[in-house]
């Protein structure tokens, strides 16, 4: 089982940046794939990026590609998003995401384990 904790959220103006931090628990996490969605007020939660278990392989949603950057540490199981160029657009809830299987797939329900997230906030 993976334990996942999100940090590093808050209010940002429009242009600037933010790096979201997901600390996982769990002797596994190094097998998983990882994922970040994020959920604005009444809309459904959207894919953003995730990363395969190694690293190695990435896949972004068209809105954050070349703004967002996902990344992972083994060593220290962490998972990071860094965000630039952030857009007011970006505001939601952000929440880190464990699949034991690497897809390039948007949809959220293939994802075993989740964080409670952490809110990003874009003022414009």
């Known amino acids: 089982q993976v334990q996942l904790v999100e940090s590093g959220g808050g209010l940002v103006q429009a242009g600037g940046s933010l790096r979201l931090s997901c600390a996982a628990s769990g002797r596994t996490f190094s097998s998983y794939a990882m994922g970040w969605f994020r959920q604005a007020p009444g809309k459904e939660r959207e894919f953003v990026a995730a990363i395969n278990w190694s690293g190695g392989s990435t896949y972004y949603a068209d809105s954050v590609k070349g703004r967002f950057t996902i990344s992972r540490d083994n060593a220290k199981n962490m998972v990071y998003l860094q965000m630039n160029s952030l857009k007011p657009e970006d505001t939601a809830i952000y929440y880190c995401?464990?699949?034991?299987?690497?897809?390039?797939?948007?949809?959220?329900?293939?994802?075993?384990?989740w964080g409670q997230g952490t809110q990003v906030t874009v003022s414009s």
């Open positions: 995401a464990a699949d034991r299987v690497f897809r390039r797939s948007p949809n959220p329900t293939v994802y075993d384990y």
